[in-house]
């Protein structure tokens, strides 16, 4: 990973045909260079320790990408150009004309008129006795949420108590140390005041850019090459007991109270909701399945069997889908498919007529349109049957119904019953998560109009810091080749709008210390920055991050997770057992009995008694963990003798393994010893350690047939025999591997989310330029589609999606690819979109 900065790259042109290349072969890393890596050579997998270090940092989901982004370089993986899309410019341009001429016309002034006057009726209706109607739900959640108050100021003083606590010894620690390198300004993200230590520790708290910090923290006291890198210890502690223990509390705290709440509801007689979605269900279950007049079966074979034609046709129109790119819309391979898309729509629409003419339209009781799945198959195939009509592609609607198409996937939910079931699911949890989404919507609001009246006007600075205001910083007679000297910040609070999308970024905790030492240096209207004028609006950001991140949104996890435990117990509503009690007797049903092998043979007993023994599990377990730190030892640049000590020593280890497998096999006999499973995995171990060292041996390097780092997994692979190892390691191996079994459903569900939104990145997203001082780049981009669905995956982790969001969004910096129809059509057009 010594190779590309991820913002520079630390090269000249040369001509050494030794160097690396790095842009377009046009850059090539100078001999005299040297760099020491990623953030100072902390970044690396050189030794065990910086590995576990970097491992760990991505296992918190902070900066994982630009590792990602390191190795694909190191790698040297080909990047593809990103291709752009102009889409749905025009329609914003006329709808705008629209909007203006319709708020200005006579009709929307009285209509506004009239709102006013029925919403004061309305404000004048209550009275006291009257129903709750509805909101007897939001009542029930509000009380939940007060509820849980004496808890959640408990935990807040837990918190607060654990902040100060290392804001001290951060303060002890790294007080006034941050400002190792004189050729750069001190981070604000340091420890020198107890306001700025506090502040510090939450943002670590958070989870964002805590690896920056913890970086700082290392290069403070001499970096990799000293004892620096022992004071990481003290940010994954903090690391750890803050954000995967105390924050989490804040979601079993709401689960808890969430449940409370539930029961004391479910108690209450009159409940017809709960009844209503029960009946939809069972409607849902039923579908076609009744037996006509003629004693047809209407969910037989045929049914089945134009399914499995279906859902094949699907598989191959989501290819056809996929391979769309919408850079060229116009080129061969776009033809092509776009024969297929032909072809499979009138293979769907013949489908949907034989099922309207076997089960009736919608008069009758099961007929085909009284099915929402069904609906939504109409809906898909009347979408690709519209744009192939309107063929103009400057018609805007045309490129609206074009994306639409990507709704073919969800066809395969109805013909998966458990797929089906997890989608019903989700339906039943957004229905019931409408009341704590207007509470948190509300408290938003609020905290948007405070933010409002605090900042606007006050988050642009010029490029001259010299300069504090908008007179000041503009010149006469220059011409700025950057655009506008002035420039406001990205996420800024001059509206309501701009204030929610900001405080929305705020709840995800990404890029929030950036928007906080904003708002903390921000002065009055129309004038610059200055550094710490406004400490005390820390306070603000705080508050919702408290209030919205902490509270609100753990909230929202646990009213899903309750509603999912919900409509799981729901099929057995009229059962008498509990829910324990049906645990016991299902696993009663499915439990095999454990059979042990005792031989009879006399030495195959002492053989069986010598493997079975306690000595021989510690022993083996000893050599397990010797084996494990020789492992560790590995570390770059490379030793040659103490490479060689450890190739004998792996030598010693694997003929130790292979005699182990040996007995077992002599004591259990191969049909006995394959049976068991943890057998089956430390043969193939073994046998993968030999081909390793055979293949070491005679193979080199093994680049011509294939990697022998490949082969030493196998060794690698061998820490996993601990698993086996204990009675309790084995129940939570178990237990995991029980609720993995569980997954498949929700995990082709999000798979199908994926695919979904990915394409729809390439139709929209697709034509934007890549920049390498943006988030759409090389790396980073909707070109294709794997490169969508990692810059999905991205986002989903929270990696910086904001910028993502930005460097789409309808910008003037925001260019059409040169390869893409519409720069060709007007180069000075932009392709982000609103």
């Known amino acids: 990973t010594c190779g590309l ?19 377009n072969n046009k850059w090539i890393c100078s001999p005299n260079t040297t760099w020491l890596g990623p953030n100072n050579g902390i970044t690396n997998f050189d030794n065990i320790g910086l590995a576990m270090l970097t491992v760990f940092q991505c296992v918190s989901l902070e900066g994982w990408t630009d590792v990602m982004y390191w190795v694909s ?17 025009r329609l914003n341009r006329r709808c705008r004309r629209g909007c203006r001429r319709m708020v200005k016309s006579q009709m929307f002034y009285w209509l506004v008129i009239v709102l006013v006057f029925l919403n004061t009726l309305v404000l004048t209706s209550e009275h006291y006795g009257q129903e709750p109607w509805y909101w007897a739900s939001l009542s029930q959640l509000i009380t939940s949420l007060l509820s849980s108050l004496r808890s959640i100021i408990s935990l807040l003083l837990l918190l607060f108590l654990f902040i100060v606590i290392f804001a001290l010894l951060g303060m002890q620690v790294f007080g006034g140390r941050f400002n190792y390198d004189p050729m750069r300004p ?38 990799i090459g000293s004892l620096g890198m022992l004071v990481s210890i003290y940010f994954i502690v903090l690391f750890i007991c803050g954000n995967y223990i105390l924050l989490n509390v804040f979601l079993a705290i709401a689960v808890d109270n969430l449940a409370e709440a539930d029961q004391v509801m479910n108690a209450k007689p009159g409940e017809e909701d709960e009844m209503e979605v029960e009946g939809e269900y069972e409607e849902g279950e039923y579908e076609h399945g009744e037996t006509d007049e003629d004693g047809l079966d209407l969910e037989g074979d045929g049914e089945d069997g134009d399914d499995e034609v279906g859902g094949d046709g699907e598989e191959v129109n989501d290819e056809v889908v996929v391979g769309a790119r919408p850079r060229r819309a116009q080129s061969y391979r776009n033809t092509i498919l776009n024969y297929f898309d032909y072809f499979f729509t009138t293979i769907f629409t013949v489908e949907i007529t034989l099922k309207v003419i076997v089960y009736g339209l919608v008069l009758h009781k099961g007929s085909f349109c009284r099915n929402a799945f069904n609906l ?14 309107l063929k103009s592609d400057a018609i805007s609607v045309v490129k609206i119904l074009r994306v639409l198409r990507v709704l073919r996937p969800l066809r395969a939910i109805n013909r998966a019953k458990g797929l089906k079931h997890v989608v019903q699911c989700v339906i039943v949890a957004v229905k019931t ?7 948190t919507f509300m408290l938003q609001f609020m905290f948007a109009i405070i933010g409002v009246q605090l900042f606007k006007g006050t988050f642009f600075s010029c490029n ?27 996420m800024k609070r001059d509206n309501v709008m701009d204030a929610m999308i900001s405080l929305f970024v705020v709840s995800t905790f990404e890029g929030w210390p950036d928007l906080l030492y904003v708002a903390i240096n921000s002065n009055e209207e129309d004038r610059g920055p200055v550094y710490n004028a406004r400490q005390p609006v820390a306070i603000f950001f705080i508050a919702f991050i408290v209030v919205i991140a902490f509270f609100m949104m753990n909230i929202f996890v646990g009213f899903v997770i309750v509603t999912f435990q919900n409509e799981g117990e729901r099929e057995y509503e009229n059962c008498e057992l509990d829910k324990n009690q049906r645990k016991c007797i299902e696993f009663a049903l499915k439990a095999k009995p454990h059979r042990r092998y005792i031989p009879r043979n006399r030495f195959q007993y ?44 792996n030598l010693i280890f694997t003929g130790v393994f292979a005699f182990e497998a040996l007995f077992k096999i002599i004591a259990l006999n191969p049909k006995n010893y394959f049976g068991d499973r943890w057998n089956s995995f430390d043969f193939v171990i073994v046998l993968g350690s030999f081909i390793d060292i055979i293949y070491g041996k005679i193979g080199g390097t093994g680049t011509n047939i294939i990697s022998i780092n490949f082969f030493r997994l196998f060794r690698v692979m061998r820490l996993v025999k601990l698993l086996s190892r204990g009675e309790g390691i084995r129940t939570l191996l178990w237990t995991f591997m029980k609720s993995f079994q569980a997954l498949p459903y929700v995990a082709l569900l999000i798979v199908l989310l ?54 789409c969004s309808d910008r003037e910096d925001v260019k059409c690819d040169p390869a893409s129809d519409d720069y060709k059509k007007d180069p000075n057009a932009g392709c982000g979109q609103f």
Not at 433 to 439: A, C, P, S
Not at 768 to 777: E, N, P, R
Request: charged share 15%; proline share 5%; aromatic share 14%.
């Open 73 to 89: 370089c190191e790698q040297q993986r080909s990047s593809a150009l990103i291709v752009q899309w102009r889409f749905l410019q």
């Open 376 to 389: 939504l198959d109409i809906l898909v195939v009347a979408v690709s049957l519209i744009s192939f009509v």
């Open 464 to 490: 001259d810091p010299s300069r504090m205001t908008e007179m000041e910083c503009r010149g006469e007679f220059i011409t700025f080749e950057d655009g506008d000297p002035t420039k406001p910040v990205s």
């Open 754 to 807: 994926f695919f979904i939104y990915a394409v729809i990145g390439m139709q929209v997203f697709g034509k934007v330029a890549l920049d390498d001082d943006t988030q759409i780049h090389r790396n980073n981009n909707f070109h294709t589609f794997p490169a969508a669905v990692l810059v999905l995956f991205r986002s989903a982790t929270g990696e910086a999606w904001q910028e993502i969001m930005l460097a």
């Open 606 to 649: 002492r053989v069986w008694w010598f493997v079975t023994s306690q000595f021989f599990e510690y022993a083996i377990f000893i050599i397990i963990m010797l084996n494990t730190t020789t492992l560790a030892l590995k570390h770059y640049p490379p030793d040659p003798q103490m490479d060689h000590i450890l190739d004998i020593l």
């Open 5 to 23: 900065a991820p913002s520079a790259y630390h090269c000249e042109p040369s001509s050494f045909s030794s160097a690396i290349h790095a842009r």
């Open 433 to 439: 998560i409408g009341n704590i989404m207007l509470v």
């Open 186 to 223: 001190k981070p604000r993200a340091n420890f020198d005041t107890f306001t700025q230590s506090l502040l510090t520790v939450f943002q670590i708290l958070t989870g964002e850019d805590w690896n920056t910090v913890m970086y700082n923290g290392i290069e403070s006291y001499g970096g």
